[in-house]
T-cell receptor, first 113, second 110 residues
Framework: ETGVTQTPRHLVMGMTNKKSLKCEQHLGHNAMYWYKQSAKKPLELMFV???????ENNSVPSRFSPECPNSSHLFLHLHTLQPEDSALYLC????????????FGPGTRLTVT | KNEVEQSPQNLTAQEGEFITINCSYS?????LHWLQQHPGGGIVSLFM???GKKKHGRLIATINIQEKHSSLHITASHPRDSAVYIC????????????FGKGTKLSVKP
């Protein structure tokens, strides 16, 4: 247990569906991250929130919409996804963004049909 | 070309062997992370280092800033060490972000 939980662990959705991924951290951290891990590719940073403010959007398509209502919770809202968006989506947190160790959640395995 | 290169991509070892995984990077960094990812996806941070050497149990990580190179060593390897080991570098100063290598898949046979 890393102190970072993600739900659901697995998700299958059609291209016209709307769904949300949830991440929660119990570590008192102030920074939270969304990463995408596709098969045979390195982890890619998607979004960074520091003290609830988005500080990084790594050219992510608008069909992915993050939300950070407080420092402990992070959501990724999904709509009209494409099959190539199928991947493992990982959430992480750290004390603040930048040079602190990051703690990862178990990930959500997303399949878009 | 990925800015973080790991070698080897795949590694099979016999239980008890000494294992070395290498990471080279091309950007100026403020820190380097070694991460472990087990089947199923969960990632655990093993080390964060910016100079020298760190040791935790059977794991040792070293970094040479001048040569832009880091190594992760596992002594007396065990089947439970089987996982993907990922190198990630922090660039852009203290508020920077991580760039990840593709990972090294390690399989330790009993």
């Amino acid at each position: 247990e890393t102190g970072v939980t993600q739900t659901p662990r697995h998700l299958v959705m059609g291209m016209t569906n709307k769904k949300s991924l949830k991440c929660e951290q119990h570590l008192g951290h102030n920074a939270m991250y969304w990463y995408k891990q596709s098969a045979k590719k390195p982890l890619e940073l998607m979004f960074v929130y520091n003290f609830k403010e988005q500080t990084e959007n790594n050219s992510v398509p608008s069909r992915f919409s993050p939300e950070c209502p407080n420092s402990s919770h992070l959501f990724l809202h999904l709509h009209t996804l494409q099959p190539e968006d199928s991947a493992l989506y990982l959430c992480a947190s750290s004390q603040t963004s930048g040079s602190h160790e990051q703690y990862f959640g178990p990930g959500t395995r997303l399949t878009v049909t | 070309k990925n800015e973080v290169e790991q070698s080897p991509q795949n590694l099979t070892a016999q239980e008890g062997e000494f294992i070395t995984i290498n990471c080279s990077y091309s950007v100026g960094i403020s820190a380097l992370h070694w991460l472990q990812q087990h089947p199923g996806g969960g990632i655990v941070s093993l080390f964060m280092l910016s100079s020298g050497k760190k040791k935790h149990g059977r794991l040792i990580a070293t970094i040479n800033i001048q040569e832009k190179h880091s190594s992760l060593h596992i002594t007396a390897s065990h089947p439970r060490d089987s996982a993907v080991y990922i190198c990630a570098v922090l660039y852009g100063g203290s508020q920077g972000n991580l760039i990840f290598g593709k990972g090294t898949k390690l399989s330790v046979k009993p």
